[in-house]
């Protein structure tokens, strides 16, 4: 009988300890599952935040675009501008169509329209509206954006310049907030010359360079053997052999 006893309370305990060793499993699992399922709710979390955002810019995006071509074609960006409160020909439409990559003047595709409103965190017609002045106070990428108002100028494809008379529009936009003497100085002369009919990327660029490195409107330090290109030696003459040179009156 004593031995029986001590069988059964032997059973008994080892019953008992099995139940633990179940119930450790089981609370180790429900503790697995939780885990699983808030780190898959934080998971979730920013990328339906995300995807929700995508979708509010693709509802502004068609708020826009053209039904049968599928993008935002010269009729929808005046209706953009419009609700943005800004002339077509403003800076900003320029950098935005900067900021968006776009490849064709006059039309938004879907994913420049993405691309664009992600870097600019806008989502809506106000959160555009207030990206704008962002867009032209910042100039570290202006390196950048100066040779891609070129090429979206290039309205056909393998097309290398642009007309003289884009060619003053485009630096009166560009150029005039930085560099006005200058660039008054230069349309003038453009639109007088009867050298040039075009402008190519090169030429393009030296301007730019011409406005930051030239002392203006002295030109004490523009040498003409340090390979700039022809049309700014011709520039350069031009203003010194000019009688009104001091006035600026011409």
Same mark, same amino acid.
Not at 56 to 84: K, N, V, W
Not at 113 to 125: E, H, N, V
């Given at each position: 009988?004593?031995?029986?006893?001590?069988?059964?309370?032997?059973?008994?305990?080892?019953?008992?300890?099995?139940?633990?060793?179940?119930?450790?499993?089981?609370?180790?699992?429900?503790?697995?599952?939780?885990?699983?399922?808030?780190?898959?709710?934080?998971?979730?979390?920013?990328?339906?935040?995300?995807?929700?955002?995508?979708?509010?810019?693709?509802?502004?995006?068609?708020?826009?675009?053209?039904?049968?071509?599928?993008?935002?074609?010269?009729?929808?960006?005046?209706?953009?501008?419009?609700?943005?409160?800004?002339?077509?020909?403003?800076?900003?439409?320029?950098?935005?169509?900067?900021?968006?990559?776009?490849?064709?003047?006059?039309?938004?595709?879907?994913?420049?329209?993405?691309?664009?409103?992600?870097?600019?965190?806008?989502?809506?017609?106000?959160?555009?509206?207030?990206?704008?002045?962002?867009?032209?106070?910042?100039?570290?990428?202006?390196?950048?954006?100066?040779?891609?108002?070129?090429?979206?100028?290039?309205?056909?494809?393998?097309?290398?310049?642009?007309?003289?008379?884009?060619?003053?529009? &485009?630096? *009166?936009?560009?150029?005039? #907030?930085?560099?006005?003497?200058?660039? %008054?100085?230069? @349309?003038?002369? /453009?639109?007088?010359?009867?050298?040039?009919?075009?402008?190519?990327?090169?030429?393009?660029?030296?301007?730019?360079?011409?406005?930051?490195?030239?002392?203006?409107?002295? &030109?004490? *330090?523009?040498?003409?053997? #340090?390979?700039?290109?022809?049309?700014? %030696?011709?520039? @350069?003459?031009? /203003?010194?052999?000019?009688?009104?040179?001091?006035?600026?009156?011409?």
């Amino acid at each position: 009988m004593r031995r029986s006893s001590k069988k059964s309370s032997s059973s008994a305990a080892a019953a008992t300890a099995g139940d633990v060793q179940v119930n450790e499993k089981q609370n180790r699992k429900r503790k697995g599952v939780s885990t699983n399922l808030t780190s898959r709710k934080a998971q979730c979390g920013p990328t339906r935040g995300v995807s929700k955002e995508i979708e509010r810019i693709d509802q502004l995006f068609y708020t826009y675009a053209d039904s049968s071509s599928g993008m935002i074609d010269p009729e929808g960006i005046e209706t953009l501008c419009s609700h943005l409160e800004v002339p077509h020909t403003d800076i900003r439409i320029l950098m935005l169509a900067w900021k968006m990559g776009c490849e064709k003047q006059g039309y938004f595709t879907l994913d420049e329209w993405r691309s664009g409103l992600k870097a600019l965190r806008a989502d809506s017609i106000s959160k555009l509206k207030k990206a704008f002045p962002e867009l032209v106070t910042r100039p570290s990428n202006f390196q950048d954006f100066y040779p891609y108002a070129f090429r979206y100028c290039l309205t056909e494809d393998k097309k290398k310049c642009i007309e003289i008379p884009v060619a003053c529009e &485009l630096l *009166n936009l560009v150029l005039s #907030l930085q560099f006005r003497p200058q660039v %008054d100085k230069l @349309v003038n002369y /453009l639109k007088h010359q009867s050298e040039y009919k075009v402008i190519n990327m090169d030429q393009w660029m030296g301007f730019l360079r011409f406005c930051n490195e030239i002392n203006f409107p002295s &030109l004490d *330090n523009y040498d003409s053997d #340090l390979a700039w290109p022809l049309i700014l %030696d011709n520039f @350069v003459e031009w /203003l010194r052999e000019n009688k009104s040179f001091q006035h600026w009156g011409l």
